[in-house]
Antibody, heavy 119, light 113 residues
């Protein structure tokens, strides 16, 4: 069955960078676009961007352009999200999510990775 | 960006009764050439990721109980949970995917009365 397994929680200082991983199981990794979505405490989800695992092509939300990098390693079916110049308001749970139709909705989600930003 | 507004913020419903959640988009999310409404509904329980329930406004994902149904068109949409069960306690989100960025509503918390 489809599973997306993310890396564990992380604590970073303001100004640092964080890298979150998402390993896919149970389907052909390169067949589906993948997205990253974050959720601050008590808030609705916020879309960050997508990556095409087949080509490595990406598209980022305007709010994150210049600070976000999405990559993948097809040899190990793993995606990566790197967010730089962290601020206190970047503290959130970060999710990877699969796009079943290339239509920007999400049928399977990772379990989430809590990123804490604190000095 | 398209703004998604959900109402109410929370509601309490008796077991076995119906819960109705509303979602309004700031512009139409109907793609006229396909007659498809670009709206999804998710359920999120504490400490878990969102779970897809409904897409294309009314298509239930495989495995989702048929007490969950979606309806609406244009800018106004509804998620109905009929015969509410204890395991349906959660926060529910609508999401438009008509235009980028995809955006989510603020959520509706469903509790048992």
């Amino acid at each position: 069955q489809v599973q997306l397994v993310q890396s564990g929680a992380d604590v970073k200082k303001p100004g640092a960078s964080v890298k979150v991983s998402c390993k896919a199981f149970g389907y052909t990794f390169t067949d589906y676009y993948m997205h990253w979505v974050r959720q601050a405490p008590g808030q609705g989800p916020e879309w960050m961007g997508w990556i095409n695992p087949k080509t490595g092509g990406t598209s980022y939300a305007l709010n994150f352009q210049g600070r976000v990098t999405m990559t993948r390693d097809t040899s190990i079916n793993t995606l990566y999200l790197e967010l730089s110049r962290l601020r206190s308001d970047d503290a959130a749970v970060y999710f990877c999510a699969r796009d079943p139709d290339n239509e920007d909705y999400f049928d399977y989600w990772g379990q989430g990775t809590l990123v804490t930003v604190s000095s | 960006d398209i703004v998604m507004t959900q109402s109410p913020d929370s509601l309490a419903v008796s077991l076995g009764e119906r819960a109705t959640i509303n979602c309004k988009s700031s512009q139409s999310i109907l793609y006229s050439s396909s007659s498809k409404e670009y709206l999804a509904w998710y359920q999120q329980k504490p400490g878990q990721p969102p779970k897809l329930l409904i897409y294309w406004a009314s298509t239930r994902k495989s495995g989702v109980p048929d007490r969950f149904s979606g309806s609406g068109s244009g800018t106004d949409f509804t998620l109905t949970i009929s015969n509410l069960q204890a395991e349906d306690v959660a926060v529910y989100y609508c999401q438009q995917y008509y235009s980028r960025p995809p955006t989510f509503g603020g959520g509706t918390k469903v509790e048992i009365k």
